[in-house]
């Protein structure tokens, strides 16, 4: 039945054209747990055609990321099955690290 449900929601985005927040979505949720403490410094900003791009503080921070690209893909991957992600796109910028509201979080 989970399963059932992950599928019409992908389907469903898909048909509303907001698949790529979904992904976004559900890589935020793992984010901290699978780059650790570059988390603070790198936050996920989109998912667009397979490619995740990453908002960081510092060139440092996006040097690291470019250099750990193939571990934290296939760190992605295992957390989310079926999650397009091809490949990881770090950018330097300004950084906003927002918690979502209570209750608000989005679970698939």
Do not use: F, I, N
Not at 12 to 32: K, M, Q, S
Not at 58 to 77: S, Y
Not at 95 to 100: A, N, T
């Amino acid at each position: 039945m989970l399963t059932a449900l992950r599928d019409l929601l992908t389907t469903t985005a898909r048909a509303l054209g907001v698949e790529g927040a979904l992904h976004l979505a559900r890589v935020c949720e793992v984010w901290e747990d699978v780059v650790g403490p570059l988390a603070s410094g790198a936050a996920p900003v989109a998912v667009r055609r397979g490619v995740l791009e990453v908002a960081c503080r510092h060139p440092a921070v996006a040097h690291e990321l470019r250099m750990r690209q193939g571990e934290v893909l296939e760190a992605l991957r295992r957390r989310l099955p079926g999650a397009p992600l091809t490949a990881l796109r770090p950018v330097v910028r300004l950084v906003h690290r927002r918690k979502p509201a209570h209750g608000a979080g989005l679970r698939v």
